[in-house]
């Protein structure tokens, strides 16, 4: 493809972008094709010949299209927002263009540069102290297995540059609330503690991690002579947004040694707004943290922001140094090839950069309030209808309910299944999208506020497809 064929299919795309958001709500958020629907649209072998990209617009509307469930959809409250604002899908299409490999300053100065400053707005939007210092990864999934790996260095004096975990002769132990992130196991397991030196510790009836059973649970690992390791304090969790007693959690691992990780993949964003940062009060004892701009922020999916007090530690677990990737300027600048697991590394950066520059600190902090003052109002319905049940606190934009009719009230199954019924009619519909969940063994259902075009209205919408979808359903009448 020369440039003037990228330049006319370019505009022809932007276009068919630009009409593919103007009319998303007409559109199922659900997709609602079957397995293998739109693999067998596509020919089970690669064309001998070019074809070219003539026809590429009208196989996305074609084949692509009727298989993609919408997460930018002003009715989306499904698992959580992961905004794809259009500035930063221009950051998107810049960084592919400039095709830049970031792996260390020489390889492009301006991809280590530019991340260096947004990573610093980033932080003062925050609050956080200037003690951390930013970069950016994937996902929080990754940045949490980086906190364990370094945790697990620094409570083993390096035994990565010896025998490994398999040379300690004391287990080192993680832990966690039993509300936790799936990626907080799956990092333990990967960063080598092992399943049986993973604590998943009770919470209380907020769904928040008990600071008694944590102090329990440290004391009789160390009288078995067990090693605490890590604690990892979940701001906002997943299934409830609770929040851990991050405070409390910090003094208990100030006084016992353990590498403390904050996990605020969602909530992080909250706190660009200082009334907010009630939720993370002790964040500046942590180690680490971690926050996902490209869901609630609106930074185009993959982009997890992830600080540290004590970035010298990270770059000596981190860092790989052969002589092929050595320059004149390694003494004087960041490498970002040694601040996290991957070598290779996109122009992130510039994501955060056209987003933040877009919008301001004033207008992102606006559209986060929306969606605070939208998922408040939602919990006073709830809680004022007769029928209805919130299972949890609602300090962010996620509130969990159910339906509880008075004849199925004493039976959980019935219930469940009521529930479920109730959520797959609003899905059905295809106007809205929510996420059925357990919490302890209650089917609930999840409603996450926080798409970039979700208004009032179209959670009023919803609160009248749930009543409706309820009162429908065989035995939901009084």
Same mark, same amino acid.
């Given at each position: 493809?020369?440039?003037?064929?990228?330049?006319?299919?370019?505009?022809?795309?932007?276009?068919?972008?630009?009409?593919?958001?103007?009319?998303?709500?007409?559109?199922?958020?659900?997709?609602?094709?079957?397995?293998?629907?739109?693999?067998?649209?596509?020919?089970?072998?690669?064309?001998?010949?070019?074809?070219?990209?003539?026809?590429?617009?009208?196989?996305?509307?074609?084949?692509?299209?009727?298989?993609?469930?919408?997460?930018?959809?002003? %009715?989306?409250?499904?698992?959580?927002?992961?905004?794809?604002?259009?500035?930063?899908?221009?950051?998107?299409?810049?960084?592919?263009?400039?095709?830049?490999?970031?792996?260390?300053?020489?390889?492009?100065?301006? $991809?280590?540069?530019?991340?260096?400053?947004?990573?610093?707005?980033?932080?003062?939007?925050?609050?956080?102290?200037?003690?951390?210092?930013?970069?950016?990864?994937?996902?929080?999934?990754?940045?949490?297995?980086?906190?364990?790996?370094?945790?697990?260095?620094?409570?083993?004096?390096?035994?990565?540059?010896?025998?490994?975990?398999?040379?300690?002769?004391?287990?080192?132990?993680?832990?966690?609330?039993?509300?936790?992130?799936?990626?907080?196991?799956?990092?333990?397991?990967?960063?080598?503690?092992?399943?049986?030196?993973?604590?998943?510790?009770?919470?209380?009836?907020?769904?928040?991690?008990?600071?008694?059973?944590?102090?329990? &649970?440290?004391?009789?690992?160390?009288? &078995?002579?067990?090693?605490?390791?890590?604690?990892?304090?979940?701001?906002?969790?997943?299934?409830?947004?609770?929040?851990?007693?991050?405070?409390?959690?910090?003094?208990?691992?100030?006084?016992? %040694?353990?590498?403390?990780?904050?996990?605020? &993949?969602?909530?992080?964003?909250?706190?660009?707004?200082?009334?907010?940062?009630?939720?993370?009060?002790?964040?500046?004892?942590?180690?680490?943290?971690?926050?996902?701009?490209?869901?609630?922020?609106?930074?185009?999916?993959?982009?997890?922001?992830?600080?540290?007090?004590?970035?010298?530690?990270?770059?000596?677990?981190?860092?790989?140094?052969?002589?092929?990737?050595?320059?004149?300027?390694?003494?004087?600048?960041?490498?970002?090839?040694?601040?996290?697991?991957?070598?290779?590394?996109?122009?992130?950066?510039?994501?955060?950069?056209?987003?933040?520059?877009?919008? %301001?600190?004033?207008?992102?902090? $606006?559209?986060?309030?929306?969606?605070?003052?939208?998922?408040?109002?939602?919990?006073?319905?709830?809680?004022?209808?007769?029928?209805?049940?919130?299972?949890?606190?609602?300090?962010?934009?996620?509130?969990?309910?159910?339906?509880?009719?008075?004849?199925?009230?004493?039976?959980?199954?019935?219930?469940?299944?009521?529930?479920?019924?109730?959520?797959?009619?609003?899905?059905?519909? %295809?106007?809205?999208?929510?996420?059925?969940?357990?919490?302890?063994?209650?089917?609930?259902?999840?409603?996450?506020?926080?798409?970039?075009?979700?208004?009032?209205?179209?959670?009023? $919408?919803?609160?009248?497809?749930?009543?409706?979808?309820?009162?429908?359903?065989?035995?939901?009448?009084?």
């Amino acid at each position: 493809m020369d440039t003037h064929d990228f330049r006319r299919l370019g505009h022809e795309l932007i276009d068919w972008v630009a009409d593919y958001r103007e009319r998303i709500a007409e559109y199922p958020v659900m997709s609602r094709v079957r397995p293998g629907e739109v693999a067998a649209k596509l020919p089970a072998e690669p064309p001998r010949r070019a074809e070219g990209l003539a026809t590429i617009s009208a196989d996305l509307e074609r084949i692509v299209l009727p298989g993609i469930t919408h997460w930018n959809h002003p %009715g989306w409250f499904a698992y959580f927002p992961s905004n794809t604002d259009l500035s930063s899908v221009l950051a998107d299409l810049v960084s592919s263009g400039l095709g830049v490999q970031g792996m260390s300053w020489q390889t492009s100065p301006a $991809a280590t540069e530019v991340e260096d400053v947004v990573m610093e707005w980033l932080r003062q939007m925050l609050g956080l102290s200037d003690a951390f210092t930013g970069v950016i990864h994937d996902t929080a999934s990754t940045a949490t297995l980086c906190a364990l790996l370094c945790a697990r260095e620094r409570s083993s004096n390096f035994s990565q540059d010896r025998g490994g975990l398999q040379a300690e002769e004391a287990p080192l132990v993680v832990y966690a609330s039993d509300q936790a992130h799936s990626s907080v196991p799956k990092a333990a397991h990967l960063a080598g503690f092992g399943a049986d030196n993973l604590r998943l510790l009770e919470t209380d009836d907020d769904h928040a991690l008990r600071l008694d059973a944590l102090e329990t &649970a440290v004391r009789e690992d160390v009288a &078995a002579g067990r090693r605490p390791c890590a604690l990892v304090a979940a701001v906002g969790t997943t299934a409830t947004t609770a929040l851990d007693p991050l405070a409390g959690m910090a003094q208990l691992a100030a006084r016992h %040694g353990l590498w403390l990780h904050v996990d605020a &993949a969602l909530a992080g964003t909250a706190m660009i707004c200082p009334e907010q940062r009630w939720m993370w009060e002790g964040v500046e004892r942590a180690d680490s943290v971690v926050l996902n701009p490209h869901k609630w922020m609106g930074t185009g999916f993959d982009l997890s922001a992830y600080y540290v007090r004590d970035p010298e530690h990270l770059v000596r677990v981190m860092s790989t140094d052969p002589s092929y990737l050595r320059t004149a300027q390694d003494g004087l600048v960041r490498n970002l090839r040694d601040w996290g697991i991957p070598l290779g590394r996109r122009f992130r950066a510039l994501k955060l950069w056209f987003l933040i520059r877009e919008h %301001g600190v004033e207008g992102l902090q $606006a559209r986060v309030r929306r969606d605070l003052g939208n998922a408040a109002w939602l919990a006073e319905q709830v809680d004022a209808a007769s029928g209805w049940q919130r299972l949890a606190p609602v300090p962010l934009q996620t509130v969990c309910l159910r339906h509880v009719p008075p004849a199925l009230q004493d039976d959980e199954p019935a219930l469940a299944v009521h529930n479920l019924a109730v959520a797959d009619r609003v899905n059905r519909a %295809g106007r809205s999208y929510v996420t059925p969940s357990l919490l302890k063994g209650r089917q609930m259902i999840r409603v996450s506020i926080g798409a970039l075009a979700t208004e009032r209205e179209h959670v009023e $919408a919803l609160w009248r497809e749930l009543r409706g979808a309820a009162v429908a359903l065989p035995g939901a009448r009084p």
